[in-house]
């Protein structure tokens, strides 16, 4: 670990779960008619391969400080029925407006906490779901459970709707950062619902740890990740905290930012968990994500099918994915649209029978071979670059310092993340970036890249 590279590169940048990132979509947003019809063609172009679902569940009964998602946070579990119903409807719009009856390959429920919701609710919602639907024939259902309220109920009516995926959200072990991100969750919890999801028949069970938090140390770190291979989950993602109180508010504000580990020291963090599942046979994948070669996710980085999006990592790319839910986000490959990001907003706006999006971004021909280029790196850690020769110069100006510092190789329009380079890898997306150069930021909009 290059400490001297760490400080020279560890700077604010986009994650890259889509390109334009959500900050440089089109101001004026998308009009309705762009997204209905970039969507049409998508679904026409792609029909036999499916689609994407992503379900937005957005409560939790606590507030977890270290989170960045959009939530709501409430004891009252009457919000269940209401949201469930306005959800089918704002899916019965969609199913109304597609030409034919559309075919899903995958679902993910997200959040918020998805096992806040009753085992009736949530088979209410995919029988909902499924019953305005086709299924591929290989598809791929996952859901996120919180280890403290995901129950063998839960488990088994979801494994019986045809899911096979869950991840669970650890963090940390460590009952200081517990403390202070307000998670407080022992392994016991964690062990009961991981044995619970192999008994039942779950094919891959996924472990979320963050790297970063406050109070956290490398003793602490090795105690986590001791015990998590311990139980050997199938995948696991390593996420690097991304501190962004200006953008969350207090959410963000539950610990003293001295308390967080930096620059360097966050990255040692780091170094020392991927030697850690290296040493117990996890294969890196991508950014931030490790997997037993048995995964699918290591098949698909082999094979070449891994494709990253709004829900992370995946084994295969559909074409469309459809959100459903307050602030989901939605992808037609050609455009982006991120529903109303207030409970009452989403609502409101389905009760008039509207799809309940309140901004987007139609992607120009530029922004589509961006896109490719930066969805390579992200996944394969080298493109091919397709652009004219003048923006391949550019480009190539901007990768020199990385080049010379040996983290990436160009040869020809070939462009390769070295070993010593993937750490940097959102630093060499953001080469691609055009929008990023075209108009830095005079505010703070991202975390920091290491």
Same mark, same amino acid.
């Given at each position: 670990m290059n400490t001297e590279l760490i400080q020279k590169y560890n700077v604010p940048g986009p994650r890259y779960t889509s390109y &334009? /990132?959500?900050?440089?979509?089109? %101001?004026?947003?998308?009009? +309705? #008619?762009?997204? %209905?019809s970039t969507l049409i063609s998508a679904f026409a172009e792609s029909y036999e391969d499916g689609i994407s679902l992503y379900i937005h569940l957005p409560f939790c009964e606590s507030l977890c400080t270290f989170c960045g998602c959009h939530k709501k946070i409430t004891k009252r579990h009457e919000v269940e029925d209401p949201y469930i119903e306005t959800v089918l409807k704002e899916w019965q719009i969609y199913v109304d407006f597609l030409p034919i009856i559309p075919r899903i390959k995958e679902i993910h429920l997200g959040g $918020?906490? &998805?096992?806040?919701? =009753? /085992?009736?609710?949530?088979?209410?919602? +995919? =029988?909902? !779901?499924?019953?305005?639907? %086709?299924?591929?024939?290989?598809?791929?259902f996952s859901f996120e459970g919180h280890p403290n309220n995901t =129950?063998? #109920?839960?488990?088994? /009516?979801?494994?019986d709707l045809g899911f096979r995926r869950v991840s669970y959200g650890?963090?940390?072990?460590? &009952?200081?950062?517990?403390?202070?991100? @307000? *998670?407080?969750q022992p392994f016991e919890n964690v062990k009961r619902v991981h044995e619970w999801s192999k008994e039942i028949g779950y094919t891959s069970v996924n472990h979320d740890l963050v790297f970063g938090l406050p109070h956290q140390t490398k003793e602490g770190i090795k105690e986590t990740i001791d015990k998590t291979n311990e139980l050997r989950p199938d995948r696991i993602a390593f996420y690097s905290y991304a501190h962004v109180p200006w953008i969350? $508010?207090?959410g963000q504000r539950g610990f003293n930012e001295k308390d967080l580990p930096k620059d360097h020291e966050k990255r040692a963090l780091y170094e020392l968990g991927k030697q850690m599942f290296y040493d117990n046979d996890y294969v890196e994948i991508g950014m931030d994500h490790f997997a037993l070669r048995s995964d699918s996710l290591y098949e698909a980085m082999q094979i070449g099918t891994l494709h990253r999006n709004f829900m992370g990592y995946t084994a295969g790319a559909t074409k469309v994915m459809i959100g459903l839910g307050m602030s989901a986000i939605s992808d037609s490959w050609y455009s982006f649209a991120q529903n109303e990001k207030k409970l009452e907003d989403y609502q409101a706006r389905v009760e008039k029978e509207q799809i309940p999006i309140f901004r987007g971004h139609l992607l120009? @021909? /530029?922004?589509?071979?961006?896109?490719?280029? !930066?969805?390579?790196?992200?996944?394969?850690? %080298?493109?091919?670059?397709? $652009? =004219?020769?003048?923006?391949? *110069?550019?480009i190539k100006n901007r990768l020199s310092e990385l080049e010379e510092d040996g983290l990436v190789n160009i040869a020809g329009r070939t462009i390769k993340v070295?070993?010593? $380079? !993937?750490?940097?890898?959102r630093n060499v997306?953001?080469?691609?970036?055009l929008k990023l150069h075209q108009n830095k930021p005079k505010e703070r909009l991202f975390s920091q890249t290491v």
């Open positions: &334009p /990132t959500v900050p440089y979509w089109n %101001e004026k947003g998308i009009g +309705i #008619e762009d997204w %209905e $918020g906490t &998805p096992t806040f919701f =009753s /085992t009736s609710n949530l088979d209410r919602l +995919i =029988s909902g !779901i499924l019953d305005r639907a %086709e299924v591929t024939e290989e598809y791929e =129950s063998k #109920e839960h488990l088994q /009516t979801l494994y650890v963090q940390d072990y460590d &009952p200081k950062v517990q403390l202070a991100i @307000n *998670r407080i969350k $508010g207090n120009s @021909n /530029t922004d589509l071979m961006m896109r490719k280029q !930066i969805l390579n790196i992200m996944c394969r850690f %080298e493109t091919e670059f397709e $652009g =004219s020769e003048q923006m391949f *110069r550019k070295t070993e010593a $380079g !993937i750490p940097f890898v997306c953001m080469a691609f970036d």
